[in-house]
């Protein structure tokens, strides 16, 4: 008895075989097994591994056998067709979803704009374009609010496995979305002119971003910084002007990058343990604050970008230091000008005075 006509058998194996690239086979034995649920539904005492599914794969006429036993029942070739059917369109899904897993596998590590679709808990389901995205509380900025069709930037994470299978998880917190955005902007750093060293962030708060130049001539930081800082502002205006961006110059002296990595702090004496990968930084007590950042945050990223525990102590010296480092050539100006009037008042000192050869005097 036909299961399915002929026709219609041929033309849908053949299109799943060779449109979406599965082996025929693959195909049948699935439909096999798909058959035998469906026998053994109908039949709940059936031991079912006694049982055989045999499936012409010409005319799509399926048989159930037990023992060589021919046990079809009557009118199972129309639940055999609607089971065909049901696992050619289920293996046309799944391959469409390989490909596109596969496709994005290969944009793994990139940045891309996708659209808050929908919230399954505390996920957020992203549309990326081809496929959905989960982004987990763990990737979200926390001070971040998300609402139904936002659009976003966001950074391909990895493909893990979920309840449903594969999924793409993607990020709003990673250090690389930052590292991205710059490429985006920047084109010095999408160029390869200017190389991001490194980057930490607190997300939604503050980031720190280390840069240097690999071409003479071009500034990295003003490069990322831009014109009246029109690039650097995009990137921020992303997170909403939530977070705040420090472009640091990266040095390969540890002192001067310590030193660097704690802007907007300025006029710093750095000390290195580098044994105990110390650095103790002496710091005028009005620099202080903006040396340890709110709550810790600022010495808690430079301590993160550069790799030391970064000890601050307030010192009245670094300030008196500084400031007469800044007057010493004012000194030996005044000083100077000094010696040129002592001069000069000698000088008319010794006009005034009667001389012992005048005449008037006598």
Known sequence: MPAIQRSEFALALNQVSNERGIDPEVVLETVRNAILAAYRKDHP??????????????????????????????????????????????????????????????????????????FAGPNVIVDVGKTEAIMPPSEQIQNEKYHLNQRLVIYLLEIQEGLKGEEVVVSRS?????????????????????????????????????????????????????????????????????????????????????????????????????????????????????????????????????GYRIEIEGKEEVTEAAEDKKKEPVKAKSASGKKVKAAEKKQEKDKQEPSAQDPKSI
């Open 45 to 118: 005492g059936a031991e079912i591994e006694e049982y055989t599914a045999l499936l012409d794969s010409n005319t799509g006429e399926a048989k159930i056998l037990h023992k060589d036993e021919d046990v079809t029942p009557p009118g199972f070739g129309r639940i055999a067709a609607q089971t065909a059917k049901q696992v050619i369109l289920q293996k046309i899904r799944e391959k469409e979803k390989e490909a596109v897993l596969s496709d994005f596998r290969l944009k793994i590590g990139s940045i891309a704009n996708g659209m808050v679709l929908r």
């Open 174 to 306: 990673a250090p690389k979305l930052l590292e991205g955005l710059f490429k985006r902007e920047v084109p010095e750093v999408a160029q390869g002119a200017v190389e991001i060293k490194d980057i930490v962030r607190e997300a939604g708060n503050r980031s720190k971003v280390a840069v240097s130049s690999n071409q003479s001539g071009i500034d990295p930081v003003g490069s990322c910084v831009g014109q009246k800082g029109v690039r650097i502002q995009e990137v921020i205006k992303e997170f909403g002007g939530m977070e705040k961006i420090d472009i640091i110059q990266w040095q390969e002296n540890p002192k001067n990058y310590i030193a660097a990595a704690l802007s907007p702090a300025k006029d710093l004496r750095v000390e290195l343990d580098e044994k105990e990968k110390t650095a103790h930084v002496f710091v005028a007590p009005q620099e202080l604050s903006l040396a340890i950042g709110k709550e810790g945050q600022n010495v808690r990223l430079a301590s993160k970008l550069t």
